[in-house]
């Protein structure tokens, strides 16, 4: 019954900042990781970002400096602010989590950098 649910998604120019939201319902227990992930036609699903429970961040050598990952374990929510955006960052953005035993996704949110 776990949910995640994407928002923020939009058309940016490059060098703007967009902040993508995932809330999160279901789930009996606090997550062990969340995070994002990103998707572009005929490509791999690639990881962008995640947080531990903690708080302790790990990012995609392509987002180091622009984005930053936040959660709120109490909202049950985790953040993404994405800043500086270029066009190669157009793609799906889904929300992951995982607990001791599954893993979930979002459906996603539709990021388009373009001018």
């Known amino acids: 019954q776990v949910q995640l649910v994407e928002s923020g998604g939009g058309l940016v120019q490059p060098g703007g900042s967009l902040r993508l939201s995932c809330a999160a319902s279901g789930n009996r227990f606090s997550f062990i990781i969340m995070g994002w992930y990103r998707q572009v036609p005929e490509k791999q699903r690639e990881l962008v970002a995640t947080i531990t429970s903690t708080g302790s961040p790990n990012y995609a050598d392509s987002v180091k400096g622009r984005f930053t990952i936040s959660r709120d374990n109490a909202k049950n929510t985790v953040d993404l602010q994405m800043n500086n955006l270029k066009p190669e960052d157009t793609a799906v953005y889904y929300c992951?989590?995982?607990?001791?035993?599954?893993?979930?996704w979002g459906k996603g949110t539709l990021v388009t950098v373009s001018s």
């Open positions: 992951n989590a995982r607990d001791g035993f599954r893993t979930y």
